[in-house]
């Protein structure tokens, strides 16, 4: 590691603490030359493999965003979506590659968004999947109710019929 003051090649680490989320290491180092002290931060690299080749880091941000877009117009707030990008991303890095394919990435954001909107889950989904048809929705609707009724929720609610208006 390079003194940012001096540039010398030579540092000595005199403490090393892992950061709050436990994903990076803080190391305060002083230079061999120059004595001066400096913190560095060293973290894990994940890297994505996408459909046509090209390998990029791993972005939580890139999650929450494209999450964010599902959710447009839901009662799904900031920090609900800080916390599905977290279940996310520890979700990748518990499998223990250095690289991901990024069809892998969208399988793990499907579940914690199904719990978190139903609505955004099928709007995300649609588009993750490539649904064509109106089929595709109801089949992926169907799967959603049998899920609700499997963990022994209640059906979903039926559509209120509108009330005759009253002269």
């Known amino acids: ?13 005199i403490d090393s603490r892992a950061s709050d989320d436990g994903t990076a ?23 994505v493999a996408k459909r046509s080749g090209v390998t990029e880091p791993f972005s939580r941000q890139k999650i929450i965003g494209g999450v964010r877009k599902a959710c447009q117009g839901r009662p799904v707030g900031e920090d609900a979506l800080a916390l599905l990008g977290q279940c996310v991303e520890e979700t990748i890095r518990a499998r223990g590659n250095a690289e991901v394919p990024a069809h892998e990435i969208g399988l793990a954001i499907l579940g914690p ?37 499997g963990e022994g929720g209640a059906p979903a609610p039926q559509a209120a019929p509108h009330a005759a208006k009253r002269t």
């Open 113 to 149: 968004l199904r719990e978190l909107d139903e609505v955004a889950y099928l709007r995300f989904a649609s588009v993750y999947r490539s649904f064509e048809t109106l089929s595709d929705f109801e089949a992926e609707i169907e799967s959603l109710r049998a899920v609700r009724a």
């Open 25 to 47: 290491i803080r190391r305060r180092r002083t230079c061999q030359d120059c004595g001066r002290r400096f913190t560095t931060q060293e973290s894990v690299l994940l890297m």
């Open 1 to 13: 590691m390079h003194c940012p003051f001096c540039r010398h090649p030579d540092s000595r680490v």
